[in-house]
């Protein structure tokens, strides 16, 4: 299963090459419901489709970017004074008297204060990193679909929540990031065939077996490792991600839009390093009848799931 991507989040490329709209009224809406303390886990490539507004709207949801930038730095700060401190004294303590607590102090504010330095420097960073557009089961990306016979762009979030469904579903099925094709009409039956999506990908992450990666069996007594392959296209080209998604509704609680990506039997390539699952790009000239489905043939839809784009897909471990 798909458990990591690396996403394209280019506000231009989204209108010109797919012509689509940006739901402009949905990513304001998350970023308001972040701003007031919801967990939500954004990306900073999708924060960068609004660096430069050409709308009141586009301005308004900068500013609420920049805001929570401004908190979450000040929340920092504060948090790196008391481990600095924290630091101070156990140095202090150890100088006076080696014990084992004071230094277990030191070794564990010493590692907080870098991590905490860390994510200073990257929360001030402009330029982006590779690593600020890779998504996670949680956390928002941009998704295509299709409404009022429009393409339209909107957030959702990496782990499907189908309409209908409890909330605790996102606790008991962790896994519905995944939608198996295998099982689109059982589990997803519900969204197979009327909600379809695409999220624009360059690359995906996978956890492998080392043995398997490298081939071979484990000796006797020998313990396996878990690595994270990066695979993606030899050709470079972005890959059209096939989705299903949902829209949730509850009682007292905010909308929330999510998604799942499909996934299906890997090819050899993908196997070979150690894998059994991989996502499904879909072809460009399949993109309006896959986003307007029709319940009444599944058969049409599947046909677009084998027509999918089969590009090598290279792999390394994962920075």
């Not at 979450?72 to 790196?80: D, V």
Request: charged share 30%; with cysteine.
């Amino acid at each position: 299963m798909c458990y990591s991507a690396q996403i394209k989040a280019d506000y231009g490329r989204f209108v010109r090459t797919f012509g689509a709209r940006i739901g402009l009224e949905e990513f304001t809406r998350l970023y308001w419901e972040r701003e007031q303390g919801a967990a939500h886990l954004i990306p900073k490539a999708v924060d960068a489709m609004f660096l430069e507004p050409q709308t009141p709207d586009e301005q308004r949801i900068k500013d609420m970017i920049e805001r929570f930038n401004r908190s979450q730095a000040a929340k920092l700060e504060e948090e790196l004074f008391r481990q600095r401190t924290r630091l101070a004294d156990a140095e202090r303590a150890l100088q006076a008297k080696a014990t084992k607590a004071a230094a277990e102090s030191k070794r564990i504010a010493t590692n907080k204060v870098d991590a905490l330095r860390r994510r200073l420097d990257d929360l001030r960073l402009t330029d982006l990193l590779e690593r600020d557009a890779r998504i996670f089961p949680g956390h928002y990306a941009p998704v295509i679909f299709m409404e009022n016979s429009e393409r339209v762009v909107k957030p959702m979030r990496y782990q499907c929540r189908p309409a209908g469904k409890p909330a605790f579903y996102d606790k008991k099925y962790p896994g519905t990031y995944n939608a198996r094709r295998d099982n689109l009409e059982g589990f997803w039956k519900e969204l197979f065939g009327f909600s379809h999506g695409l999220l624009v990908a360059t690359a995906f992450f996978e956890n492998v077996s080392r043995a398997k990666l490298e081939g071979r069996k484990l000796g006797e007594g020998e313990k396996d490792e878990n690595v994270v392959l990066r695979f993606e296209p030899r050709s470079g080209d972005d890959m059209l991600v096939a989705c299903l998604w949902s829209r949730w509704t509850g009682a007292g609680e905010a909308d929330l839009l999510s998604f799942a990506a499909i996934t299906d039997e890997p090819p050899p390539e993908v196997a070979a390093a150690g894998h059994d699952r991989c996502i499904v790009p879909i072809k460009p000239e399949n993109i309006d009848t896959w986003l307007a489905p029709g319940a009444d043939n599944l058969r049409a839809q599947y046909a677009i799931l084998d027509c999918r784009e089969r590009p090598y897909y290279e792999h390394r471990l994962a920075a």
